[in-house]
């Protein structure tokens, strides 16, 4: 009796050890065909819904900065009437840069869970479900701090015509996390500061500085200079 109930526990031990090791192979398998989509899916909403906030702070700020053209260069003239050089206001282009990078730093860290929810269906992979079941909330945080960078652009824009920008570069990694997967990307974005149409000839050589940083000398530039 007491054989018979030992054999009988080991049968049913054996079977339950089987049992495990299917239900751990569909597991695995069911892991290995959602996790990619679960990943892309997860990373596309998380950066919708960043740039999507970072384009509502940048025109925010901008809205309330002082960007028009002369408030950020001053172009001379010679007795020519042609252009002898082209400045940069570094105080008030460094205050925009600024302003701009901490604000939109501080509105990524402020994404809340409820921002972003990614219905289970839509993560399964299959098409039928898309967009149906319970939504999953998805935590998406910045993978450090945004980097800006301003950058001035000159572009033909007709006879004796240039058209100077100022341009403002946001840089930034996000993560989008939800229980057991993560998934990261990249924003990078640009916007227009400032911007005129410059008549006249722009000298073949010229010297134009838009940084302030404690490497200035690393970027400047002489553009057209034969060396």
């Known amino acids: 009796m007491i054989k018979s109930q030992k054999s009988l526990g080991h049968r049913i031990g054996i079977k339950l050890l089987g049992i495990s090791l299917i239900l751990a192979g569909i597991i695995l398998l069911v892991d290995i065909r959602v996790r990619p989509i679960i990943e892309k899916t997860t990373s596309y909403e998380s950066k919708i819904l960043a740039t999507r906030i970072i384009n509502d702070t940048v025109c925010e700020q901008l809205s309330r900065e002082e960007t028009d053209y002369s408030s950020l260069i001053t172009i001379s003239y010679n007795e020519n009437n042609s252009i002898s050089s082209i ?123 838009i940084t302030g940083n404690e490497d200035l000398i690393s970027r400047i530039n002489d553009y057209g200079a034969e060396g």
């Not at 409820?114 to 967009?131: A, E, H, K, P």
Request: glycine share 6%.
């Open 87 to 209: 400045e940069s206001n570094m105080v008030s282009i460094n205050r925009i840069k600024a302003d701009i990078t901490k604000s939109v730093n501080d509105s990524l860290s402020e994404i809340d869970e409820n921002d972003l929810n990614i219905s289970l269906g839509t993560v399964s992979g299959f098409q039928m479900f898309y967009n149906q079941g319970p939504l999953i909330p998805v935590k998406v945080e910045p993978e450090g701090y945004v980097e800006t960078e301003l950058i001035s652009s000159f572009e033909s824009a007709g006879i004796n015509q240039t058209l100077h920008r100022i341009l403002i570069e946001i840089k930034v990694d996000i993560s989008a996390i939800i229980p057991g997967y993560t998934s990261s990307a990249q924003i990078d974005t640009c916007f227009v500061v400032a911007e005129t149409v410059i008549v006249g000839n722009v000298p073949n050589t010229y010297t134009h500085v």
